[in-house]
């Protein structure tokens, strides 16, 4: 573990750096939009077009609750993380992960707003792995 040492007047930051903003911001940004994607699903939205020769293929009511469901659980996840606490950036990259299976089967029915998600979900898993831990006092 590294630590670094502050610049004089400045006050130890317990919980709170560059990374896990930008992880926290981005992770309750993208569980409103998933939330919302869901929700468009489910109410089966001219939208979305899906291929019909797609291995991964579940119908869009189903897929709608499944983003709903995951994009509740990624927003309130990311406003946890403005806490510090370690088991939100431990169930951040879990949701994060399961985020970008989600979308990689969600591909036949939005396939950039999918590979959009996969990489910014790529991203958040970077920014809470390698924030840097909680200092004790």
Do not use: Q
Request: aromatic share 12%; proline share 4%; net charge positive.
């Amino acid at each position: 573990m590294t630590t670094h040492a502050s610049a004089p007047g400045r006050r130890n930051e317990t919980h709170s750096s560059g990374w896990l903003v930008f992880a926290a911001v981005i992770m309750i940004f993208s569980g409103i939009m998933t939330l919302l994607g869901g929700i468009s699903a489910i109410a089966k939205d001219d939208v979305f077009v899906a291929t019909s020769n797609y291995v991964y293929k579940l119908n869009l009511t189903g897929w709608g609750w499944i983003h709903l469901i995951l994009g509740v659980l990624i927003a309130l996840t990311g406003v946890a993380l403005f806490t510090g606490a370690t088991w939100a950036r431990v169930v951040g990259v879990g949701l994060a992960g399961l985020s970008m299976i989600a979308n990689f089967m969600w591909l036949p029915y939005t396939p950039w707003w999918a590979l959009l998600f996969i990489a910014i979900d790529a991203l958040v898993i970077w920014g809470l792995c390698v924030a840097p831990r909680p200092m004790r006092d």
